[in-house]
C-alpha cells in the first residue's frame, strides 16, 4: 500500500504561482512513478505530469507544458507540481498518483495503483 498525501493548492489569481506537494508513504518510493491529474467539476480527470520512477522520463500534458513543473526529492518521499502562469482553466482538483509497475500508459488513470485525496487549485481571471 502506498498513502499519498497532497496540499499546497488554494485560491490565485490569473498569472500566479502555485506549488503543490506530495508526500508518499508506504513503499520505496524511488520504485514508484509518481503523477499528477486534475479534475475541474463536470470533466473526467485528467493528466497534468509525470516523472519516472528511473527520473528518465518526464511527461507534460501539452495545456501545461513550459508552465508547469514536476519534480522529485526522493530523500522526503515527495513529488512537486511548480505551477507557474496560472489561468482560470487551470482551475479544478489536483491528485498525486503513484505507479509502481508502469506498462507504459503514462496519462492514463488506470496506470496508477495509488492516489491522494486531492488539493483543490483554484484561479481567479
Known amino acids: 500500500q502506498v498513502q499519498l498525501v497532497e496540499s499546497g493548492g488554494g485560491l490565485v489569481q490569473a498569472g500566479g504561482s502555485l506549488r503543490l506537494s506530495c508526500a508518499a508513504s508506504g513503499r520505496t518510493f524511488t520504485n514508484l512513478g509518481m503523477g499528477w491529474f486534475r479534475q475541474a467539476p463536470g470533466k473526467e480527470r485528467e493528466f497534468v505530469a509525470r516523472f519516472s520512477s528511473n527520473g528518465g522520463n518526464i511527461y507534460y500534458a501539452n495545456s501545461v507544458k513550459g508552465r508547469f513543473t514536476i519534480s522529485r526529492d526522493n530523500a522526503k518521499n515527495t513529488v512537486y507540481l511548480q505551477m507557474n502562469s496560472l489561468k482560470p482553466e487551470d482551475t479544478a482538483i489536483y491528485y498525486c498518483?503513484?505507479?509502481?509497475?508502469?506498462?507504459?500508459?503514462?496519462?492514463?488513470?488506470?496506470?496508477?495503483?495509488?492516489w491522494g485525496q486531492g488539493t483543490q487549485v483554484t484561479v481567479s481571471s
Open positions: 498518483a503513484a505507479d509502481p509497475n508502469y506498462s507504459g500508459s503514462y496519462a492514463y488513470t488506470g496506470e496508477y495503483d495509488y
